[in-house]
Nanobody
Framework: QVRLVESGGGSVQAGGSLRLSCKTSRYTYSNFCMGWFRQAPGKEREGVATIDSTGSLSYADSVKGRFTISLDNAKSTLYLQMNSLKPEDTDMYYC????????????????????WGQGTQVTVSS
Protein backbone atom coordinates (compact mmCIF):
# COMPACT_ATOMS: atom_id res chain seq x y z
CA GLN A 1 0.00 0.00 0.00
CA VAL A 2 1.31 3.45 -0.91
CA ARG A 3 0.48 6.43 1.33
CA LEU A 4 0.61 9.99 0.08
CA VAL A 5 0.49 12.99 2.43
CA GLU A 6 0.32 16.53 1.02
CA SER A 7 1.36 19.72 2.75
CA GLY A 8 2.27 23.29 1.88
CA GLY A 9 -1.07 24.74 0.90
CA GLY A 10 -2.28 28.05 2.22
CA SER A 11 -3.46 31.53 1.33
CA VAL A 12 -1.44 33.90 -0.79
CA GLN A 13 -2.01 37.05 -2.80
CA ALA A 14 -1.97 37.02 -6.58
CA GLY A 15 1.58 36.96 -7.89
CA GLY A 16 2.83 35.08 -4.89
CA SER A 17 4.34 31.61 -4.61
CA LEU A 18 3.72 28.37 -2.75
CA ARG A 19 5.45 25.01 -2.74
CA LEU A 20 3.37 21.91 -2.23
CA SER A 21 4.94 18.73 -0.92
CA CYS A 22 3.70 15.16 -1.14
CA LYS A 23 5.49 12.72 1.12
CA THR A 24 5.20 9.15 -0.09
CA SER A 25 5.70 5.88 1.69
CA ARG A 26 8.56 3.89 0.26
CA TYR A 27 7.94 3.80 -3.46
CA THR A 28 10.21 1.28 -5.12
CA TYR A 29 8.46 0.66 -8.40
CA SER A 30 10.79 0.94 -11.35
CA ASN A 31 8.01 2.17 -13.63
CA PHE A 32 5.62 4.79 -12.27
CA CYS A 33 3.76 8.01 -12.89
CA MET A 34 3.05 10.68 -10.29
CA GLY A 35 1.13 13.88 -10.62
CA TRP A 36 -0.65 16.83 -9.13
CA PHE A 37 -4.34 17.39 -9.70
CA ARG A 38 -6.72 20.08 -8.53
CA GLN A 39 -10.42 20.30 -7.98
CA ALA A 40 -12.89 23.00 -7.12
CA PRO A 41 -16.26 22.22 -5.49
CA GLY A 42 -18.72 20.95 -8.08
CA LYS A 43 -16.09 20.61 -10.76
CA GLU A 44 -14.15 17.68 -12.16
CA ARG A 45 -10.66 16.96 -10.96
CA GLU A 46 -8.11 18.18 -13.50
CA GLY A 47 -4.47 17.40 -14.04
CA VAL A 48 -1.88 20.07 -13.33
CA ALA A 49 1.50 18.39 -13.79
CA THR A 50 2.97 14.90 -14.06
CA ILE A 51 6.37 13.25 -13.74
CA ASP A 52 7.35 9.65 -14.33
CA SER A 53 10.14 7.17 -13.89
CA THR A 54 11.72 8.21 -17.21
CA GLY A 55 11.98 11.80 -16.02
CA SER A 56 9.33 12.96 -18.45
CA LEU A 57 7.45 16.09 -17.32
CA SER A 58 4.09 17.39 -18.50
CA TYR A 59 2.08 20.47 -17.58
CA ALA A 60 -1.42 21.70 -18.18
CA ASP A 61 -1.45 24.70 -20.52
CA SER A 62 -2.89 26.88 -17.76
CA VAL A 63 0.20 26.45 -15.56
CA LYS A 64 3.05 26.17 -18.06
CA GLY A 65 5.86 28.56 -17.23
CA ARG A 66 4.53 29.13 -13.71
CA PHE A 67 4.50 25.70 -12.02
CA THR A 68 7.33 23.19 -11.71
CA ILE A 69 6.95 19.55 -10.68
CA SER A 70 9.89 17.66 -9.22
CA LEU A 71 10.63 14.44 -7.37
CA ASP A 72 13.26 13.98 -4.69
CA ASN A 73 13.83 10.24 -4.61
CA ALA A 74 16.09 10.43 -1.57
CA LYS A 75 13.31 12.08 0.44
CA SER A 76 10.49 10.14 -1.27
CA THR A 77 8.78 13.46 -1.80
CA LEU A 78 6.98 14.97 -4.77
CA TYR A 79 6.92 18.76 -5.07
CA LEU A 80 4.95 21.37 -6.94
CA GLN A 81 6.52 24.82 -7.01
CA MET A 82 3.84 27.35 -7.90
CA ASN A 83 4.90 30.86 -8.91
CA SER A 84 2.96 33.84 -10.24
CA LEU A 85 -0.18 32.47 -8.69
CA LYS A 86 -3.55 33.68 -9.96
CA PRO A 87 -6.98 33.70 -8.31
CA GLU A 88 -8.06 31.01 -10.77
CA ASP A 89 -5.44 28.69 -9.25
CA THR A 90 -7.59 28.52 -6.10
CA ASP A 91 -8.47 24.86 -5.61
CA MET A 92 -7.89 21.79 -3.50
CA TYR A 93 -4.67 20.19 -4.73
CA TYR A 94 -4.06 16.45 -4.66
CA CYS A 95 -1.03 14.33 -5.40
CA UNK A 96 -1.53 10.99 -7.10
CA UNK A 97 0.56 7.99 -8.04
CA UNK A 98 0.34 4.81 -10.01
CA UNK A 99 2.73 1.92 -10.58
CA UNK A 100 3.70 -0.16 -13.60
CA UNK A 101 2.64 2.48 -16.09
CA UNK A 102 4.57 5.58 -17.15
CA UNK A 103 2.89 8.90 -17.80
CA UNK A 104 2.81 8.26 -21.53
CA UNK A 105 -0.61 6.65 -21.13
CA UNK A 106 -3.64 8.62 -19.96
CA UNK A 107 -1.69 10.66 -17.43
CA UNK A 108 -4.45 13.28 -17.19
CA UNK A 109 -7.15 10.78 -16.30
CA UNK A 110 -7.75 10.66 -12.52
CA UNK A 111 -9.27 7.18 -12.71
CA UNK A 112 -5.91 5.83 -13.92
CA UNK A 113 -4.27 6.57 -10.56
CA UNK A 114 -4.47 4.05 -7.74
CA UNK A 115 -3.13 6.20 -4.91
CA TRP A 116 -4.22 9.64 -3.72
CA GLY A 117 -3.40 12.01 -0.93
CA GLN A 118 -5.98 13.77 1.20
CA GLY A 119 -5.51 17.14 -0.51
CA THR A 120 -4.23 20.55 0.49
CA GLN A 121 -6.11 23.81 -0.07
CA VAL A 122 -4.60 26.64 -2.08
CA THR A 123 -6.34 30.01 -1.99
CA VAL A 124 -5.15 32.95 -4.09
CA SER A 125 -6.68 36.36 -3.44
CA SER A 126 -6.71 39.23 -5.91
Amino acid sequence: QVRLVESGGGSVQAGGSLRLSCKTSRYTYSNFCMGWFRQAPGKEREGVATIDSTGSLSYADSVKGRFTISLDNAKSTLYLQMNSLKPEDTDMYYCAARAYLSCQTASWTPAMYAYWGQGTQVTVSS
